[in-house]
């Protein structure tokens, strides 16, 4: 891997990742496929016309089905996706908190049962790292434990202690497994995970351990999980002066596009969320003038694009009203148009920001981007 910066402005960075699946330009959003596919219809062949540089999977989904071995039978996420530019893999860390009612925290790993059939799983850190090379993905995170932003400090410094002990024992299992004659991928990158909730100290302390490790990229997870969006900004100021400034930094899970100006002003390279494809499956959409809501009777007889000079699929073809029209049939179409319209409005949302980062004038841009989208249609 090489991590180049090409600018600075503030703390905000440009930048590009070589890796063994393409360069990819930061800051950039990767797109949530969470079993391998993105909700709502999109091909391989959208994300490439809406130009998606980095899909993001998830390991623990994916052990659970298809299973990571029939995976790595197949040859690998990247083959059996057909998606030949780099791919992201989540640990399976957050979902030791999305699924609290199922699993069991120990030192040796997580204890579950699957949201599918209820069967027992374990999974620590050899076994996620495991599970991600059979993957083959570009990019694996650490195992981890994310806890909640309302945890007492007692409970954090205790998660945040035994996610840095996960974190030494994934990256001996990464150097295994990496030198092993039938991994499919053996440049696969590793990212480890900052945690503390919305303790600045715990945060500081923890990125100050884990940047000693000298990892491929490194994440600030455990956000956009109840804390107010100030809380969040808060932390991420207070931890990326912390975390090495020649590698790349991943805010998890977030978020709305101001989120993304904000995170983006403050240091970080990578993003991811859900927000883009699961609004997209309810109507609702993203415009540079704020946020739309194609269901409302308003739209009926709109005939313009969701956005006038959009370039995506939906805007060059169809009109609002007739868009609207397949949503209340149920007519999966309406659902496909819109997510790819949000994913294009976030790919370029991107893109855009790396423009302004090349031309000195972020700044200007965040602000005026940011007026524009308070206001709404």
Not at 61 to 76: A, M, N, Q, Y
Request: hydrophobic letters at 35%; proline letters at 3%.
């Amino acid at each position: 891997m090489e991590y180049k910066i090409l600018k600075t402005e503030g703390n905000a960075k440009r930048a590009q990742m070589t890796t063994v699946h393409g360069v990819i330009e930061t800051p950039v959003f990767m797109n949530v496929g969470t079993v391998a596919a993105i909700k709502g219809a999109v091909s391989t062949e959208d994300l490439e016309r809406i130009e998606t540089q980095v899909q993001l999977s998830n390991t623990y989904h994916l052990h659970v089905r298809p299973g990571d071995e029939i995976v790595k039978t197949l040859g690998g996420l990247h083959r059996f996706m057909s998606w030949d530019r780099p791919i992201l893999t989540d640990s399976g860390g957050f979902q030791v908190f999305s699924l609290a009612g199922l699993r069991k925290i120990k030192e040796e790993g997580v204890y579950f049962h699957s949201h599918i059939d209820g069967r027992k799983i374990f999974m620590g850190p050899e076994e996620s790292m495991q599970i991600q090379s059979n993957l083959a993905s570009t990019i694996a995170m650490a195992f981890d434990e994310c806890p909640a932003s309302t945890a007492e400090r007692e409970y954090v410094e205790a998660s945040v202690s035994r996610t840095t002990r996960w974190l030494e024992r994934c990256k001996r299992k990464m150097a295994e497994l990496n030198q092993r004659e039938d991994t499919i991928n053996k440049e696969q990158l590793l990212f480890g995970i900052n945690q503390g909730a919305i303790f600045p100290d715990i945060r500081i302390e923890h990125a100050k351990r884990i940047s000693e490790l000298e990892l491929d990229g490194y994440a600030i997870g455990g956000l956009a999980v109840g804390e107010s969006h100030e809380e969040m900004y808060r932390i991420i100021e207070e931890t990326v002066p912390y975390l090495p400034k020649n590698k790349p930094t991943y805010l998890m899970g977030v978020g709305t596009p101001a989120n993304i100006l904000e995170a983006v002003d403050r240091g970080i390279d990578f993003f991811d969320c859900v927000y883009p494809t699961r609004n997209g499956r309810h109507a609702h959409l993203y415009t540079n003038t704020g946020k739309i809501n194609l269901m409302n009777a308003q739209y009926e007889t709109d005939s313009r694009p969701i956005e006038e000079g959009c370039g995506c699929p939906a805007c060059r073809r169809y009109s609002r009203a007739y868009i609207r029209h397949l949503l209340k049939a149920k007519e999966m179409l309406g659902m496909r148009l819109c997510v790819l319209h949000n994913l294009y409005f976030y790919n370029h949302l991107m893109k855009e920001i790396r423009d302004a980062l090349d031309h000195g004038r972020f700044r200007e841009y965040k602000k005026d981007k940011l007026a524009k989208m308070t206001g709404g249609r």
